[in-house]
């Protein structure tokens, strides 16, 4: 295995080809998404311990949606049983895996609970489901300096964590390796990761402006309804497909010392 460096333009190349790739096979990638989503949503409500899981299988998960997009771009279909793909490579992959998985919920966790002592818990309890988004929350200076703080300390965790999951299922790198591995990558890489949070992030308000200027040139409450009825699905799509470019990132960072062979999925 080796680090590549590559230019400031492929973070737009991996935005667009994550794109084209999606829309290759729209149904079959956005359903191994919503399994994810669903999946996690169902395990987090397991009193007392279900948040950790769900948390620790993000990583194994993010490795399924990585290689339903391999197998999209190889010209294959990607079926349901991808999304377990690094859940299914022999006992002590799995365990990797799994460990990987316990330091990622212990991570975000930690985070959750530095925000606690800021709000009084108002934050985690959003994001754990158990509290709505208000104005009274929103006006809360404590929420918002929270917020701030989760974000901040919640970067360098992302950024370890980025091609942490596919360093350990396609080259067997050891979970705390694969979290400085990972590390490395992305700041030797900055520039293009720069570009493509960048166009991610305008993409995703450009989608959202795009509704409120549908709303206004409607002028009803017909066009408010159906605005507040695409904001989700909408949200969800464009998750979809941002996951759907996450094997791009680590496709151009990382190759085999033998540039013509490429990790192949075992769906």
Request: glycine share 8%.
């Amino acid at each position: 295995m080796k680090l590549n460096l590559v230019s400031p333009s492929t973070g737009a190349q991996w935005v667009l080809t994550g794109t084209r790739t999606f829309f290759k096979r729209p149904v079959a990638l956005m359903g191994l998404f919503l399994m994810f989503v669903a999946t996690l949503s169902l395990v987090a409500i397991v009193p007392v311990i279900g948040m950790f899981i769900a948390l620790a299988l993000v990583p194994a998960f993010t490795v399924g949606v990585m290689a339903g997009t391999q197998e999209v771009e190889a010209g294959r279909f990607p079926f349901p049983m991808t999304l377990f793909v690094a859940l299914r490579q022999g006992p002590r992959q799995t365990q990797a895996m799994l460990t990987l998985g316990a330091l990622y919920a212990l991570a975000a966790l930690a985070v959750l609970g530095i925000t606690a002592l800021i709000d009084g818990g108002g934050l985690a309890a959003l994001y754990m489901g158990n509290a709505g988004l208000s104005e009274e929350l929103m006006g809360d200076d404590r929420f918002r300096t929270a917020l701030w703080v989760s974000t901040l300390l919640y970067l360098p965790v992302s950024l370890a964590f980025w091609h942490a999951p596919a360093l350990v299922h396609w080259h067997a790198i050891s979970p705390v390796k694969s979290l400085f591995f990972s590390l490395v990558a992305v700041l030797r890489n900055v520039r293009a990761f720069l570009v493509y949070g960048a166009l991610w992030m305008a993409l995703s308000l450009g989608a959202g402006m795009a509704l409120m200027v549908f709303m206004l040139l409607t002028g009803s409450s017909g066009g408010a309804a159906l605005v507040g009825a695409a904001i989700f699905p909408m949200s969800l799509v464009i998750a979809a497909v941002f996951f759907t470019s996450i094997w791009f990132t680590f496709r151009d960072c990382f190759s085999t010392e033998d540039d013509s062979a490429r990790p192949e999925a075992n769906p």
